[in-house]
């Protein structure tokens, strides 16, 4: 029986498990949205025990990373929603706009929410690797999406399909909702927390 427990394939059902019950924790964090920074930080600090192949204390782990540094993780997470709006708002009258401008606006617009996005793909793991405050989080997760940028890219690519579809595609959105439920963000998290690690490693030598 204890052969069967540890056989690869229990192993990887019981990820598969830990996968599941993470993304419906982090979702039900994340519900009040001003609180998405913390409950974003601490999926990647519960992340941790589940790819080391102990991860049995899914809620504990995460609901003692939620908690910690609370304030600092809030504040990170209402700067990215708030230059995420502000960009959607930019947009939205950039679509109404006529002008001969209007291609450089867009292109000015589509490079700054690339900056976004590959600023909060690093973001969050690293606060949730390092004991940080949000001001030298952003300003480290800038920085290394700028140095890293093939890896940060990469790792904002995983978590765009369900703002985009959102935006772009609502049907579509709504006929993968239950994707978005069962799985979807802490499994996107795991390959970027994996595909970052370089990036988390140069990130505690500059501290």
């Known amino acids: 029986?204890?052969?069967?427990?540890?056989?690869?394939?229990?192993?990887?059902?019981?990820?598969?498990?830990?996968?599941?019950?993470?993304?419906?924790?982090?979702?039900?964090?994340?519900?009040?949205?001003?609180?998405?920074?913390?409950?974003?930080?601490a999926m990647y600090e519960a992340l941790k025990p589940i790819q080391a192949g102990g991860g049995t204390r899914v809620i504990p782990v995460f609901r003692e990373a939620f908690t910690h540094r609370f304030l600092q993780r809030m504040l990170a997470g209402w700067?990215?929603?708030?230059?995420?709006?502000?960009?959607a708002v930019d947009f939205l009258v950039l679509a109404q706009f006529d002008g001969a401008a209007r291609p450089v606006l867009f292109g000015l617009f589509l490079f700054l929410s690339v900056l976004v996005l590959t600023t909060a793909s690093c973001l969050f793991p690293l606060m949730a690797e390092h004991d940080m405050g949000a001001g030298t989080g952003i300003r480290l997760a800038f920085w290394l999406s700028f140095r890293r940028l093939g890896r940060a890219g990469a790792a904002a690519l995983l978590h765009a399909p369900p703002l985009l579809l959102f935006l772009f595609m609502p049907p579509v959105f709504l006929l993968l909702i239950p994707l978005w439920l069962t799985g979807y963000f802490s499994l996107a998290a795991s390959l970027s927390s994996r595909l970052l690690r370089p990036v988390l490693q140069e990130g505690g030598l500059l501290l």
């Open 1 to 41: 029986m204890k052969n069967l427990w540890d056989s690869p394939v229990m192993q990887m059902l019981q990820q598969t498990a830990d996968l599941i019950l993470l993304n419906v924790v982090w979702l039900v964090c994340s519900l009040p949205v001003v609180t998405i920074g913390p409950a974003s930080a």
């Open 79 to 87: 700067a990215i929603l708030l230059c995420g709006c502000v960009l």
